[in-house]
């Protein structure tokens, strides 16, 4: 996909089609978003390298005590934490490999835990501003409004843990059969350097304090990820590789982003302002604009559908964080509805797991109404 984005970001900088001047600014106010993106993915693959998610799993899987069900659980405590605090795309890369592994060794059907964790990579990631590229992309919209981080949290959590829950009920009752099964408590897996795992695990348990204080979320990542370098530089300096760099994502969401600002410069606000509707409030509007958001990233993936539909949803903070909802949680309908199920079925496919187009979408024409009613629903209980 990275390919083809950066061909129509190309195609978007031709003359007459984007000015340099709307170019620039669309660079300008991705920037921040892409040093996070590169610091956050430094520190996973960093903290990665040093067995903290392994060591996390495992964990779970001695806490679950040979009972699935009580395992399922922690693997949702455990990619809901990761995905609020170190963004779905963390969640998405790092924790999946690891739980496909760990239901292979204990003779689970992998399904149970491939969707656990790419459905709530996408339904968990409204919580925080840090918790989806698109939240911070949505900050920008907020600063403009007059609201902080505390107004976004005000209206950020009903329909987060609107999202979560119904998510984590829709998970129990599909896959009811395999949560019965139990399994053999594996050992824990041995540590090459406890310095860096404990570095590197105090590094990820810093981040999420340091996201809600208030400061652009680029700056502690930075640091974050300049600490586990330096570590690694003195522990381990063969883990300091170029494939840590997110690369690919990076043109990837430089390309969408032009593409989407050369057609909204050509009139796709209008057309969108008449799909998703201008009226404020009501229950149906809200419902309206959050439904066509999700069509919009299940179309296009979430982030410029996100960035096209922003102006529509700029009028105030529920209108932008319905516009949230739709493009975080109602992305679960095809494999490209956003850069985290992209992805993770990439690591499905590492792990020799085939997950089709249909599979993938059956299942998300069940949660997905469910979870954008429920959250619409609970953010109007605000």
């Excluded at 501003?129 to 698109?134: A, F, I, Y």
């Excluded at 069509?295 to 410029?304: E, H, I, R, S």
């Amino acid at each position: 996909m990275w390919w083809l984005s950066a061909l129509g970001g190309l195609a978007a900088l031709a003359p007459g089609v984007l000015g340099p001047s709307e170019a620039l600014a669309v660079l300008e106010r991705i920037a921040p978003v892409l040093v996070f993106l590169v610091a956050v993915t430094v520190i996973a693959g960093l903290a990665d390298a040093a067995k903290v998610f392994e060591v996390a799993a495992r964990e779970a899987a001695h806490l679950g005590r040979g009972r699935t069900w009580r395992l399922w659980l922690l693997v949702v405590v455990l990619a809901t934490g990761l995905t609020i605090v170190l963004s779905l795309d963390t969640c998405a890369v790092l924790l999946t490999p690891v739980v496909l592994a760990m239901a292979r060794q204990l003779d689970i059907p992998p399904k149970l835990f491939a969707f656990t964790t790419v459905w709530l990579a996408g339904t968990a990631s409204l919580l925080l501003p840090v918790s989806n590229l698109t939240n911070l992309l949505a900050l920008h919209q907020f600063d403009r409004l007059g609201l902080g981080l505390r107004d976004y949290l005000g209206l950020s959590w009903r329909p987060a843990i609107a999202a979560i829950v119904i998510t984590v009920a829709v998970l129990a009752v599909l896959f009811r059969r395999d949560l019965r099964r139990t399994y053999v408590v594996p050992e824990t897996p041995e540590l090459d350097d406890k310095v860096l795992f404990w570095g590197s695990a105090a590094v990820c348990l810093a981040l999420g304090p340091a996201f809600v204080t208030g400061i652009d979320v680029a700056w502690p990542a930075s640091v974050g990820a300049l600490v586990l370098i330096v570590l690694f530089a003195v522990r381990r300096r063969r883990e300091l590789t170029w494939s840590l760099l997110p690369w690919r994502l990076v043109i990837t969401v430089v390309g969408l982003f032009l593409v989407v600002g050369a057609f909204t410069a050509h009139g796709l606000e209008g057309v969108l302002s008449q799909v998703a509707g201008t009226n404020p409030g009501g229950l149906a509007a809200h419902l309206r604009l959050t439904g066509t958001a999700a069509l919009g990233a299940n179309a296009v993936d979430n982030l410029p559908a996100y960035l096209a539909m922003e102006p529509v949803a700029a009028a105030d903070g529920t209108r932008m964080m319905l516009l949230l909802i739709g493009v975080n949680c109602g992305c679960l309908l095809t494999l490209w509805g956003s850069l985290a199920t992209l992805l993770w079925r990439d690591r499905c496919r590492a792990a020799d797991i085939h997950i089709s187009w249909w599979s993938f979408l059956w299942r998300g024409l069940i949660l997905t109404p469910l979870v954008l009613t429920g959250a619409v629903l609970a953010l109007n209980l605000s």
